[in-house]
């Protein structure tokens, strides 16, 4: 604890260690469940895993905010063969798609860090990612503007997804950790 500083609190994503066991969609869906852990729906999950099975490549994403309208010029990306589109990646509660709404109410889904009274200790979608695909961070906020590269990795593997293309990004990865 920092004797009450303001924190950040971050979720880093290694893409390459994902297996798309969706263990995080069905506990956040139960986390955030009325009452809570009494359903499992991974259509409520706040976090929501692209899988391409055939390739074995997996991609969690985590919902962001709330976007009115959809976004022009969107892109498609061509990975081993198979077409994305750039909504499979994007963070957006956004009308194009049923990812990060509310089935029932329709109201936008976005990632609250499982906030609670008490607190958990990690969120609990780090917590059952026996993977260690997610890794839970927290800092105080006056570092935070030194040290936006822990965003910056979340918002990034995206980003680069969407540049680069899922197999190239994987293959980066796990060259860095391979040479690490
Ligand atoms: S629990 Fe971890 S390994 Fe399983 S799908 Fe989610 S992020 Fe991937
Ligand atoms: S989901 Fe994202 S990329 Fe797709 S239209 Fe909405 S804002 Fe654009
Ligand atoms: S941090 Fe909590 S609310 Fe956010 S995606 Fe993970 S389980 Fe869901």
Do not use: W
């Not at 469940?33 to 991609?59: F, G, L, M, T």
């Amino acid at each position: 604890m920092n004797g009450g500083a303001k924190t950040v609190k971050e979720i880093v994503i290694d893409v390459g260690k994902c297996t798309g066991c969706r263990a995080c969609e069905m506990a956040c869906s139960a986390f955030h469940a009325k009452p809570r852990y009494s359903s499992v729906n991974p259509a409520r999950s706040r976090i929501r895993v692209v899988c391409d099975e055939i390739n074995d490549e997996y991609v969690p994403v985590r919902a962001g905010n709330l976007t009115r309208a959809e976004c022009d010029g969107r892109h498609f990306y061509q990975i081993e063969g198979k077409r994305y589109s750039e909504c499979s990646f994007c963070r957006a509660s956004c009308p194009s798609r049923d990812f990060f709404i509310e089935p029932d109410s329709g109201l936008p889904l976005k990632c609250d860090m499982c906030e609670d009274e008490p607190p958990l200790a990690e969120p609990l979608c780090v917590t059952v990612c026996e993977a260690q695909c997610l890794v839970y961070r927290e800092r105080p906020l006056e570092a935070a503007a030194d040290q936006s590269a822990g965003e910056a990795a979340e918002r990034g593997v995206v980003a680069l997804v969407q540049q680069h293309g899922l197999a190239a990004v994987i293959e980066h990865l796990q060259r860095r950790a391979r040479a690490a």
